[in-house]
């Protein structure tokens, strides 16, 4: 089966670092993603990662161990409008097929 | 381009009437998703689309919701005898297969959001 856990909900302070954490388990992985979602609005994309190491993109980064089936997503200089949701997600393929499957989501608050 | 759309934003029902959401996805993307999401949950995989033909189906979706993509192009989805249970954002999502950068991500439509009554 297919399976993502990530924690509920974080808090942070503005201007410092968080880190999200996103363990799985998975038949035929395909790669790894994180998207953003602001409350009532849909997920947006913010970073893939399908072989194992760090890949950044401005503030954030990602890092992906597949033998370990765990990513996280690293947020750095916080900002108020960081507070979104934070969504992991992975792709697994199964006779041919490419399904994308979402974590509950992580909560994130930055607080002035 | 101007990326995934939906239709209706909102739908507002009565229990027991049918109901049919609309998703235009990005003109040449190939595979096109269907997502479920409630308040506080992530979006819960209904079904996908590679170009005309449907790929795979939830397990967990009743008969009483079927999707559509007759030209491979845009999708619908229908939900039957809608119950209080069914309502929730129903997202629209659409993806390009190939090795070219940005393949494989999924763009996600605002959202058809579902009251059931």
């Known amino acids: 089966g297919q399976n993502i856990d990530q924690p509920t909900e974080m808090t942070a302070t503005e201007g410092a670092i968080v880190q999200i954490n996103c363990t799985y388990q998975t038949s035929g992985f395909n790669g790894l993603f994180w998207y953003q979602q602001h409350a009532g609005e849909a997920p947006t994309f913010l970073s893939y990662n399908v072989l194992d190491g760090l890949e950044e993109k401005g503030r954030f980064s990602s890092f992906l161990s597949r033998s370990k089936g765990y990513s996280y997503l690293l947020l750095k200089e916080l900002q108020m409008k960081d507070s979104a949701s934070y969504l992991c997600a992975v792709r697994g393929s199964t006779s041919g097929t490419y399904k994308y499957i979402f974590g509950t989501g992580t909560r994130l608050k930055v607080l002035a | 381009d101007t990326g995934v759309s939906q239709d209706p934003r909102h739908k507002i029902t009565k229990r027991g009437q049918n109901v049919t959401f609309r998703c235009d996805p990005i003109s040449e993307h190939n595979r096109l998703y269907w997502y479920r999401q409630t308040l506080g949950q992530g979006p819960e995989f209904l079904t996908y689309?590679?170009?005309?033909?449907?790929?795979?189906k939830s397990r967990l979706l009743s008969d009483r919701f079927s999707a559509e993509r007759p030209k491979g192009s845009f999708s619908t989805l229908e939900i039957q005898r809608t119950e209080q249970g069914d309502s929730a954002m129903y997202l629209c999502a659409s993806s390009v297969t190939g090795g070219l950068s940005g393949a494989n991500v999924l763009t996600f439509g605002a959202g058809s959001r579902l009251t059931v009554l």
């Open positions: 689309f590679q170009n005309e033909a449907q790929l795979e």
